[in-house]
């Protein structure tokens, strides 16, 4: 099975501080995805990557960053947090033409 | 724009069957799915079809697709307190068999 994990399961930190969240995958998966999920909103898709040093906007990408220096580690970067930023963040890895698998998300509030 | 709709809630009794239902615009997407999400956990696939069949049944799982309404059901019989949780429904994107809309989730109480 697809091992995806994600390094912190709850973060606080304060307005105007940079955050990472880290996300790791063990199946040598071509593509990942960061996503946040909000009450009523569901998933929406922060950035992805197909490859290494590849990054897509997705439809949310305003005020995050994304890193992705090895092919296992995909970073989600806030450059300078704010309180609307309060959210679950998930990780999600995929192989071509096989579903995504999901980390178990990383609880962020922003004080 | 692309979108994927779920109703918000559903409550069964255990031992009933649960029926969860979604509609999608996209009619070129070519895989939906189900995710289960546990409070406090990440979303675990359940289930999923290819848009060029209408059933698939995994035990107690059995997904319908109505591919001329755009409408894809999940039903579980034998609904446990187990099944207690959110689902997803989620449709590939039009372009980009990569990316996933998802619905807003289904919320499932399983009452006893």
């Known amino acids: 099975d697809v091992k995806v994990t994600q390094s912190s399961r709850y973060l606080v930190k304060r307005t105007g501080e940079k955050v990472f969240l880290e996300c790791v995958q063990d199946?040598?998966?071509?593509?990942m995805f960061w996503y946040r999920q909000d009450p009523g909103l569901g998933l929406r898709l922060i950035y992805f990557?197909?490859?290494?040093?590849?990054?897509e906007k997705g439809d949310i990408p305003e005020g995050y960053s994304v890193s992705r220096e090895k092919k296992e580690r995909f970073s989600l970067i806030l450059e300078s947090a704010s309180t609307n930023q309060t959210s679950m963040y998930l990780c999600?890895?995929?192989?071509?033409?096989?579903?995504?698998?999901f980390g178990d998300g990383t609880r962020l509030s922003i004080l | 724009g692309e979108d994927v709709e779920q109703s918000l809630f559903l409550s069964v009794r255990e031992g009933d069957s649960s029926v969860i239902n979604c509609t999608y615009t996209?009619?070129?997407?070519?895989?939906l799915y189900w995710y289960k999400q546990e409070p406090g956990a990440g979303l675990q696939l359940l289930t999923y079809?290819?848009?060029?069949?209408d059933m698939k049944q995994d035990q107690r799982l059995t997904v319908l697709l109505n591919k001329k309404d755009k409408h894809l059901s999940l039903r579980i019989a034998d609904t446990q307190t187990g099944d207690s949780a959110i689902y997803f429904c989620?449709?590939?994107?039009?372009?980009?068999?990569?990316?996933?809309?998802f619905g807003s989730g289904t919320q499932l109480t399983v009452l006893p």
């Open positions: 999600a890895a995929r192989r071509a033409d096989q579903p995504q698998h």
């Open positions: 199946m040598d998966h071509e593509n």
């Open positions: 990557s197909y490859d290494v040093k590849m990054k």
């Open positions: 996209d009619s070129s997407s070519t895989y």
């Open positions: 079809i290819f848009s060029n069949m």
């Open positions: 989620a449709a590939s994107r039009s372009g980009s068999a990569r990316q996933l809309i």
